[in-house]
């Protein structure tokens, strides 16, 4: 269990992450472990994961004893699967979630104890999750992140940091920024507009430990 711990808050965090990039439920849900971890007993994390989104999709309390329960009574397929080799990473955790044949991944791994995000779809990205964040898709094109910076400046929401990824040159690219405040919805569509983004998420993580979002207990 002193091995899991990490990891279960990893997975905590990954999720709370993941379930904000849909905009309805899941139908399927695939958690995947890669690396030294597939070598334990991953159904704790599973049930942590699926405590931790289901807490964020329905009203009821929602914990380890009874996420898969209520998995089950919403129709959402859960799927585990295993591998211990890793491409770059000892250890990675990956969520699919799938609803409506649409498709978001996301991947984790930690370091020196501590989350972090290393991949958003087919982005490979490095990032560690802060309580307000902005995700962007958007056309590579020169003078974007001028924009998006001009007109979080304008609206006094201060950048903390920031990850980009992309496809190829001048193709699509993802943003990932860090925020000091959180972003409202006006200026949202503001960026959205100025950007001409295909997608556009503000998100924001809870606090605290994992036992609040998946009910662990640790």
Do not use: W
Not at 4 to 20: A, E, K, T, Y
Not at 36 to 63: E, F, K, W
Not at 125 to 148: N, Q, S, V
């Amino acid at each position: 269990m002193d091995q899991m711990r990490p990891f279960l808050n990893l997975m905590s965090v990954m999720c709370d992450f993941g379930i904000q990039l849909l905009d309805e439920n899941p139908s399927r849900l695939t958690f995947g472990y890669a690396g030294s971890i597939a070598h334990y007993d991953c159904s704790p994390l599973t049930v942590c994961g699926l405590s931790a989104l289901l807490g964020r999709m329905v009203d009821q309390d929602v914990n380890m004893v009874n996420a898969s329960l209520v998995a089950d009574q919403m129709g959402i397929v859960v799927d585990e699967t295993k591998s211990t080799h890793a491409d770059a990473f000892s250890n990675v955790i990956t969520l699919i979630a799938e609803a409506n044949g649409k498709k978001r991944t996301i991947s984790g791994t930690l370091f020196e104890g501590a989350p972090r995000i290393v991949r958003l779809r087919d982005y490979a990205m490095d990032f560690a999750p802060e309580e307000h964040m902005l995700l962007l898709h958007y056309g590579d094109r020169p003078g974007m992140i001028g924009k998006i910076g001009t007109i979080l400046g304008q609206h006094e929401i201060n950048i903390a940091s920031m990850n980009l990824g992309r496809s190829e040159k001048k193709g699509e690219a993802m943003v990932i920024l860090s925020l000091d405040s959180a972003v409202p919805p006006a200026v949202v569509e503001e960026l959205k507009s100025a950007t001409d983004a295909t997608f556009i998420k503000a998100l924001h993580m809870r606090t605290g430990s994992c036992s609040r979002s998946c009910g662990c207990g640790l």
